[in-house]
């Protein structure tokens, strides 16, 4: 039987799109997300928590972990989480994570709103929502970028709850705390994996093609990213390092902003 693609709903918001992505169908689904843009992101804008408290902006355990994506992330935190200046930066945007797993959730009525995989500390010392994908998995570009999108929206809504806590938080850095906006106008998105998932997605593994993200699905990929610049600007990165399944921790090496956009198929 012939699959059929998956309609995007406007009238619900991006942060509940997880479960409709088809990377088969990508172009023809970017395309209804960009059609449907406007909707989306005002029911996005509606149904985002305002938490006020429990914000978890600072870790201090690291539980047994079995998933990869669980430990790619909990090695980047370790590796580029709060520590004093000088002890090395995550990328130029995003210099430091302050968080991971940081919850969006207000109530259990929120089912649809999980938590932001990484937190990061931007060069303004503002908050960078992080969207992490493992090397093996089916999640394309459209679903990090429409997933770290809604988070953005979030972000931006809960800030002046937030605002104090995150300032608490980032003391270590030395800033004041007039120095922190009363709003988010715009916010720093980063979208993250380890560097085999981008050699996937853009068909460089030698010898196959399998988990390419169609090409004909990029031009339409970029337009979204445009038309969301509106309120964000998005950047894309590439873990370097090494992931065993028998480790506790990947091994990571470093990371690069990746020029995701001239390395697209035209």
């Not at 699905?217 to 370097?240: C, K, M, N, S, T």
Request: aromatic letters at 10%.
């Amino acid at each position: 039987m012939r699959s059929e693609v998956r309609k995007i709903d406007p009238s619900g918001g991006l942060h509940e799109l997880a479960n409709t992505f088809q990377l088969k169908f990508a172009r023809q689904q970017a395309e209804q997300i960009l059609a449907n843009l406007d909707n989306l992101v005002e029911n996005t804008n509606n149904k985002a928590p305002i938490r006020t408290k429990d914000f978890c902006l600072n870790r201090v355990a690291d539980p047994e972990l079995t998933h990869e994506e669980d430990k790619w992330e909990r090695a980047m935190y370790r590796k580029w989480g709060p520590a004093p200046e000088g002890s090395g930066e995550y990328v130029s945007v995003c210099k430091r994570i302050q968080a991971y797993q940081y919850p969006l959730q207000a109530s259990f009525k929120d089912k649809r709103w999980g938590e932001i995989d990484l937190l990061g500390i931007g060069t303004n010392f503002l908050p960078v929502p992080n969207e992490l994908k493992k090397c093996q998995t089916n999640e394309s570009p459209l679903r990090m970028l429409v997933e770290v999108a809604a988070y953005g929206f979030a972000i931006r809504k809960v800030w002046p709850k937030l605002r104090n806590h995150w300032v608490e938080a980032v003391r270590w850095i030395g800033r004041l705390p007039s120095q922190f906006p009363a709003t988010l106008d715009r916010v720093t998105l980063i979208g993250v994996a380890p560097e085999d998932y981008w050699f996937r997605c853009l068909g460089q593994r030698p010898g196959t093609k399998e988990g390419r993200f169609p090409i004909d699905a990029w031009p339409p990929f970029w337009e979204l990213v445009d038309a969301l610049g509106r309120w964000f600007d998005i950047h894309f990165v590439a873990i370097q390092g090494s992931y065993d399944d028998a480790a506790r921790l990947p091994t990571i090496t470093g990371a690069r902003m990746l020029e995701l956009r001239s390395l697209t198929p035209k």
